[in-house]
């Protein structure tokens, strides 16, 4: 095993942000009238917007139009990055700081595969806009999560064969996303219940076990 860049998912490895999203998202739902909770909030990490709101919409009682989907999905996006602004480099994850040092040190690319389309906000608002080599995230895609596609520009991005990446997630449907694309996966938080996942990480720290 040759690992060459290290690309990790952004919300819930490098900041968790999952508390906004369900605040974004349960401003949507109120304003419905659409019964909704953690457990329906939790089945939404890692997926498209859309995705999401098609998930939120399962328990509406009356059917959307896609123009009317489209307007739900700009308001909580508005709401989320009216919440983004709260963010601070405080809101780093422990551990990541050190780990991007260490794998700089090493000489081993490091990249960022987000389906977010504010994952370059986020990563301004926590001071790490920088500190990476590629950025990947839902404007480069048109398939999110399980899809690989994230992962494989990113590859491209970082001038890398897929076979010499390694994907860091914290989400089922990512790990699903890094195999579809021939890369290693090392799982974190609710990932470590995949089956697919190459290394199981109880803190980011582990990764450097790997790598």
Same mark, same amino acid.
């Given at each position: 095993?040759?690992?060459?860049?290290?690309?990790?998912?952004?919300?819930?490895?490098?900041?968790?942000?999952?508390?906004?999203?369900? %605040? #974004?998202?349960? +401003?949507?739902?109120?304003?419905?009238?659409?019964?909704?909770?953690?457990?329906? @909030?939790?089945? &939404?990490? *890692?997926?498209?917007?859309?995705?999401?709101?098609?998930?939120?919409?399962?328990?509406?009682?009356?059917?959307?139009?896609?123009?009317?989907?489209?307007? %739900? #999905?700009?308001? +909580?996006?508005?709401?989320?990055?009216?919440?983004?602004?709260?963010?601070?480099? @405080?809101?780093? &994850?422990? *551990?990541?700081?050190?780990?991007?040092?260490?794998?700089?040190?090493?000489?081993?690319?490091?990249?960022?595969?987000?389906?977010?389309?504010?994952?370059?906000?986020?990563?301004?608002?926590?001071?790490?806009?920088?500190?990476?080599?590629?950025?990947?995230?839902? @404007?480069?895609?048109?398939?999110?999560?399980?899809?690989?596609?994230?992962?494989?520009?990113?590859?491209?991005?970082?001038?890398?064969?897929?076979?010499?990446?390694?994907?860091?997630?914290?989400?089922?449907?990512?790990?699903?996303?890094?195999?579809?694309?021939?890369?290693?996966?090392?799982?974190?938080?609710?990932?470590?219940?995949?089956?697919?996942?190459?290394?199981?990480?109880?803190?980011?720290?582990?990764?450097?076990?790997?790598?």
């Amino acid at each position: 095993m040759i690992i060459k860049g290290v690309i990790f998912d952004l919300d819930g490895v490098i900041v968790s942000t999952d508390s906004l999203h369900y %605040l #974004a998202w349960k +401003k949507i739902a109120d304003k419905e009238g659409i019964y909704f909770d953690e457990e329906i @909030n939790h089945r &939404l990490r *890692g997926v498209s917007r859309i995705e999401s709101l098609n998930i939120l919409l399962e328990k509406a009682n009356r059917v959307y139009t896609e123009e009317e989907k489209m307007r %739900l #999905a700009d308001e +909580k996006n508005n709401y989320y990055i009216e919440l983004l602004k709260n963010l601070t480099p @405080n809101d780093v &994850l422990p *551990g990541i700081i050190k780990v991007l040092k260490v794998l700089k040190e090493k000489g081993i690319k490091i990249a960022i595969g987000s389906s977010s389309k504010n994952a370059k906000v986020i990563l301004e608002r926590i001071g790490l806009l920088n500190s990476f080599d590629a950025i990947s995230d839902g @404007n480069d895609i048109t398939r999110s999560k399980p899809f690989p596609d994230v992962f494989l520009v990113t590859a491209q991005k970082l001038w890398l064969k897929p076979e010499h990446c390694l994907v860091v997630e914290d989400a089922v449907a990512g790990i699903k996303a890094a195999k579809a694309a021939g890369m290693f996966a090392a799982a974190i938080g609710d990932a470590k219940k995949s089956v697919e996942a190459d290394f199981i990480l109880d803190s980011i720290e582990d990764l450097l076990r790997y790598v």
